[in-house]
């Protein structure tokens, strides 16, 4: 077929079953069945899909109106346009909140976080150091000379033994005399009469009744205790009592208290200690015991197995400078001492 124009409009359809070369073809549409081969740059608008093997060019925009899906890498050699045409500035990132994408400042965006790195793994154990040779035993000091041994005493002369004397003759043996009859047994002496009672010494007495406990006055008098009774198996007290409080010091490191020497105790402390079990403890035994920081403060306390507390939590002690507190104790058994604590009293 030789080269010629057809214009639409003029020509209806065209059937070829040979090539067909013609030039400059102009149509308001047409359906090609097989493929379309173009050695030179294929133009066109309103394209609906496009399928290229090779590379598309857009002159002025690319405008997708639905989702795109790019397989490969995507090349922007101009300028790519946020929701709001802006087309962004240096430094500049895209963000989506799911329906448009901006150009926003990096800075004013919280990245997400990055997942967390891989632990390492752990060091070798470095080789243990060399032993270092053990010091030379210093030579023994030189033996004092033996002092020089005394001379002996002269021993004294010996005395002349004095002579033998003549032995005397036996003499004859007596005969075995005859045993004398037994005697009567004399009678028993009469009883001395009985020594009389001393005088009663000078004590008094005063103020006595039942149960009442008796203590000591001035010189020789005793005093029946009226607010103190004791009938054998209770004692009764009206009025107060009170026990004194034996001072322990300054204590750190560990320490143990006697018990059998008083009931109630003071401390303070100059380092953290560990109050370790006690001894002499006495079932039912009660007190309290008074803790005091240091002027420095910050000391501990820790406690032996006998100790126990609410919930078998031990308190804290007040850590802070000359800070005072008291641990107040009831022994259950010999073994178990009840405690609770004030703390941070002033």
Same mark, same amino acid.
């Given at each position: 077929? #030789?080269? $010629? ?11 070829? &079953? ?8 102009? $149509? ?15 133009? /066109? ?90 010091? #030379?035993?210093? #030579? ?16 004294? &002369? ?22 004398? #009859? ?26 006595? $009744? ?9 010189? &020789? ?61 006495? $079932? ?15 000391? &501990? ?26 641990? /107040? /104790? ?17």
């Amino acid at each position: 077929m #030789t080269r $010629a124009r057809v214009l639409a409009g003029f020509v209806t359809t065209i059937n070829a &079953t040979n090539d067909m070369n013609v030039g400059i073809v102009t $149509a308001t549409s047409g359906t090609i069945s097989g493929n379309l081969n173009v050695a030179g740059v294929l133009t /066109y608008e309103d394209v609906t899909n496009i399928d290229s093997i090779g590379i598309v060019t857009a002159r002025n925009n690319l405008d997708v109106q639905g989702s795109s899906t790019f397989t490969g890498a995507a090349q922007f050699n101009g300028g790519i346009k946020d929701a709001g045409g802006s087309l962004g500035v240096s430094g500049y990132v895209l963000k989506t909140d799911g329906a448009d994408i901006d150009w926003v400042d990096p800075t004013t965006v919280n990245g997400l976080q990055g997942v967390q790195g891989i632990q390492g793994i752990q060091g070798t154990q470095g080789t243990q150091g060399i032993t270092g040779t053990q010091g #030379t035993t210093g #030579t023994q000091g030189t033996t004092g000379t033996q002092g020089t041994q005394g001379i002996q005493g002269i021993q004294g &002369t010996q005395g002349i033994q004095g002579t033998t004397g003549t032995q005397g003759t036996t003499g004859t043996t007596g005969g075995t005399g005859t045993q004398g #009859t037994t005697g009567t047994q004399g009678i028993q002496g009469i009883l001395g009469t009985q020594g009389t009672t001393g005088a009663t010494g000078s004590a008094s007495l005063t103020n006595n $009744a039942d149960n009442r406990v008796i203590t000591g006055g001035s010189g &020789t008098n005793l005093n029946g205790e009226s607010n103190l009774t004791f009938n054998g198996s209770h004692l009764a007290l009206t009025g107060k009592a009170s026990a004194n409080i034996s001072s322990l010091g300054n204590k750190s490191a560990s320490f143990a208290i006697d018990l059998g020497t008083a009931n109630n105790f003071s401390m303070t402390l100059t380092g953290s200690l560990t109050l370790n079990n006690p001894s002499n403890i006495t $079932a039912g035994q009660s007190g309290v015991i008074f803790i005091t920081q240091d002027g420095t403060g910050g000391r &501990t306390v820790a406690f032996g197995s006998y100790w126990s507390f609410v919930d078998g939590t031990a308190p804290t002690i007040t850590a802070t400078a000359s800070a005072k507190s008291a641990l /107040y /104790y009831v022994c259950r058994t010999t073994t178990d001492i009840f405690v609770t604590s004030t703390l941070n009293v002033s």
